[in-house]
């Protein structure tokens, strides 16, 4: 059982990343590979409110958020848009997100240097809470309610607003959506402004988490996210959901059972046996051939 929560709390933190990375593919039908630097900034963004700016943690989180939503609409401006009228902007747009994610880690250790941040002592109540012979602290049920909340708040943006009407329009017809009078470059900016902000937060969360901020913070969990969005069922929010929550529990069970060293091998080797059952993923729609 207590495995099963651990498994619960990390898998929640893998699914709000994938389901910001899953957001922007599956309307925009972009991929973001900045969506990891994002994830990083914003982890030493927090740590930098905590420790230097004195703020408590629950202040810093929604600046975190904030910062996160501005650093999606740049990538959006800088490394999208100008090339979306180009036939390759699917590739072109790829390569650029690659390169503004550089530059952005660049920036980091500029400011930060190469060294690990952590959050200073007491930043967060670390308490234990003992229910049905299992323990948890105040921060790891924080976590979790907070991607909740999140994600829950995501899928009801999309399927009953109206801005998430625009976005399902997009994503169905672009160019239909523009003649109907859909502004798609706002929706677009928009889209990329929540996807980043809930990476950010998953940034903040994970280095909560885990206690520390590295450069490579980013890089470590990108494979991750592709695999779960993948597994999920490309462009599906419920598929991102449940594909984080099995790579947290895959990873969790198989540090407990089998060893550390194993986590990574068990855990991706769980998704690619998934995939060998169900190629289009789990919420995934098989593609119907025209001819």
Known sequence: MQQLLNGVFIGSIYALFAIGF???????????????????????VGIELVADGG????????????????????VERLAFRPLKNRPDAHFAGLISSIALAGMFIALLQWRY?????????????ETPIQFAGVSVTVLQVAILLISIVLMV????????SRLGRAMRAIAENPTAARVLGVNVDRVTSVTFAISSALGAVAGALFAMNVNSAQLGMGAAIELKG??????????????????????????????????????????????????????????????????
Do not use: C
């Not at 899953?22 to 309307?27: D, E, K, Q």
């Not at 408590?56 to 740049?74: F, N, Y």
């Not at 240097?113 to 109540?125: E, K, V, Y």
């Not at 540090?255 to 289009?280: E, H, N």
């Open 55 to 74: 703020l408590s943690i629950w202040v810093a989180l929604p600046i975190v958020l904030l910062v996160g939503a501005v650093l999606g609409i740049i």
């Open 226 to 291: 592709l695999a779960v969005i993948i597994v999920g069922g490309m462009g599906s929010l419920p598929g991102a959901l449940i594909g984080g929550l099995a790579l947290g529990l895959a990873e969790v069970f198989a540090v407990q059972y089998i060893g550390s060293s194993w986590r990574d091998l068990i855990a991706f080797g769980l998704l690619f046996v998934i995939l060998l059952v169900r190629p289009q993923g789990l919420f995934g729609g098989r593609k119907v051939r025209e001819v």
């Open 153 to 160: 708040g995501l899928t009801w943006l999309v399927a009953r």
């Open 113 to 125: 240097g190469p060294d690990t941040r952590r959050f200073p002592a007491g930043s967060f109540p």
């Open 22 to 44: 899953t957001l922007v593919f599956g309307i925009l039908d972009r991929l973001n590979l900045a969506h990891p630097s994002v994830f990083a900034v914003s982890a030493f």
